[in-house]
């Protein structure tokens, strides 16, 4: 008998690659700051299951392209389907190829899509999610977005319109100049997923749960 889950996980497998210092990604600044610092400072091959979840997310992208693609719907218009990102600060790189990203134009007017798939829908919108459209609208400068979430057993989907806020953007930037100073000063981040009720979700399923836990030295600071 095949294993096809065998030959899916032989499919998907990645090379596993140091990540550099001074260039950073907008799909991670959202999460807990402690977790982004270890995949610098202690990274680990990305779990076979997440792999899988990465790529069920991007045949939904493709999904979607598809059908606003189609002559079916001619109220949208794709403009684009996959978005290169690069903005360059003083001391590092914010950059990388977004996939969860589309440029459509409906009634005339350039609107940003993050698509996120989810095994149910959201009553409201991510903050993660919401940082990372925030980010992509200051650095194109198409200031309308739109977050759609797409239920993966069904194809149902809810949207919400997200506004550029400048001053939400200046604070995520923050966060980035803040990551970059704990990791060329080699200090660590608090471990402020466990500090904060909304994102203490996120040390369930977390590659260095045991190493945030365990090591002493670290949690002498809380």
């Not at 610098?40 to 693609?69: C, Q, S, W």
């Not at 409906?106 to 993660?128: H, Q, R």
Request: net charge neutral; with cysteine.
């Amino acid at each position: 008998m095949v294993d096809f889950n065998k030959l899916i996980d032989a499919y998907l497998a990645r090379e596993s690659y140091c990540k550099k210092i001074g260039r950073y990604y907008p799909s991670e600044i959202g999460s807990c700051l402690r977790k982004i610092w270890y995949s610098y400072k202690k990274p680990k091959p990305t779990d076979t299951e997440l792999i899988r979840i990465f790529e069920a997310g991007n045949m939904l992208h493709t999904f979607i392209t598809e059908v606003i693609k189609s002559e079916k719907n001619p109220e949208v218009k794709l403009l684009q389907s996959e978005m290169p990102v690069k903005f360059q600060e003083k001391d590092f790189i914010i950059s990388g190829r977004v996939d969860n990203l589309i440029l459509v134009e409906i009634e005339n007017k350039k609107v940003l899509v993050e698509i996120k798939s989810c095994k149910y829908l959201p009553t409201d919108f991510k903050k993660e999610h919401a940082m990372q459209l925030q980010l992509y609208m200051h650095f194109t400068g198409i200031y309308n977005g739109i977050l759609l979430y797409i239920q993966k057993d069904n194809l149902q989907t809810t949207c919400f319109d997200i506004i550029y806020n400048p001053e939400e953007v200046r604070e995520i930037l923050k966060r980035f100049h803040s990551l970059h100073l704990f990791l060329v000063n080699d200090k660590i981040p608090e471990a402020e997923a466990k500090l904060d009720p909304d994102k203490v979700w996120m040390c369930e399923k977390c590659p260095w749960k045991d190493e945030c836990e365990n090591d002493k030295e670290l949690n002498k600071m809380y």
